[in-house]
C-alpha cells in the first residue's frame, strides 16, 4: 500500500486497463453491483476537503497521500441484488428472503472487483492504497451525486509512488504461512 504519490496524473489508458480488470471480478448471480465513482484533479480536492479532518491531516503520511492524482470510490448496490435475486432463475433466495442470506453478497463482489482494481493498478506500476472513510459518506455522497442506492466500501487513492513512500510498521509484521492458514479436513491436530 503506498502513501506517498508524485504530483504526476495517471494517463488514461492505464487508469483505464486497471479498471477494465476489475469489471471481470465474479459475481453473485452475474449481478455485476458494484461501481466505481473515479476522481482526477478538482474533483480529488473536492474529496479531501470532505474526508480530512486537521487531526488526521496532522498524521506524518498524510501529506503524501493527498497528491495521489486519482480517488476511486468502490460502491455496492444492495437494490440491484434484491432486484436480480426477484428474477425467475433465482426467485427461491429471491428479496422477500434477504434476511436469510448467509452473505451480504453485493459487498463482497465489489470487495472482489476492487481487490482486482488494486492488483490491475499495481500491474501498471502504480501505487494504491485501499482506506475506510473517516466520515459518514452521505455529504460526499450527496456532493458527488450518487444515487441513494449506493454505498462506499471505502475509497482507493492511486498513482505514481513517490520517491518518500516508505512501508508503514505494519508492513514488517510477517505474514501468515500457509501451514498458518490452511486447515485440511478438519482444524485442529490429529
Not at 21 to 41: I, M, Y
Not at 145 to 161: I, N
Request: proline content about 9%; hydrophobic content about 40%.
Amino acid at each position: 500500500m503506498c502513501r506517498s504519490f508524485l504530483e504526476r496524473p495517471v494517463e488514461r489508458d492505464v487508469l483505464e486497463r486497471a479498471l477494465a480488470l476489475a469489471t471481470r471480478a465474479p459475481s453473485a448471480g452475474n449481478t455485476q453491483g458494484w461501481a466505481f465513482l473515479v476522481l482526477e484533479g478538482d474533483d480529488t480536492t473536492r474529496f479531501w476537503e470532505q474526508e480530512a479532518d486537521s487531526s488526521w491531516l496532522a498524521h506524518p503520511s498524510h501529506p503524501g497521500l493527498l497528491k495521489a492524482p486519482v480517488i476511486v470510490l468502490p460502491l455496492a448496490s444492495r437494490a440491484r441484488y434484491l432486484e436480480r435475486y426477484s428474477e425467475p432463475d433465482k426467485g427461491a433466495v429471491g428479496p422477500g428472503r434477504v434476511e436469510e442470506w448467509t452473505v451480504p453478497y453485493w459487498l463482497v463482489d465489489t470487495a472482489f472487483a476492487t481487490m482486482l482494481l488494486l492488483l490491475g493498478a499495481t500491474q501498471e506500476g502504480l501505487g494504491v492504497l485501499f482506506f475506510a472513510l473517516r466520515k459518514p459518506a452521505a455529504p460526499l455522497l450527496a456532493e458527488l451525486e450518487v444515487p441513494p442506492e449506493w454505498e462506499p466500501l471505502g475509497a482507493v487513492a492511486m498513482g505514481w509512488p513517490g520517491p518518500d513512500d516508505k512501508p508503514t510498521l505494519s508492513a514488517y509484521r510477517p505474514r501468515h504461512g500457509v501451514d498458518q492458514v490452511v486447515h485440511r479436513g478438519h482444524w485442529g491436530e490429529r
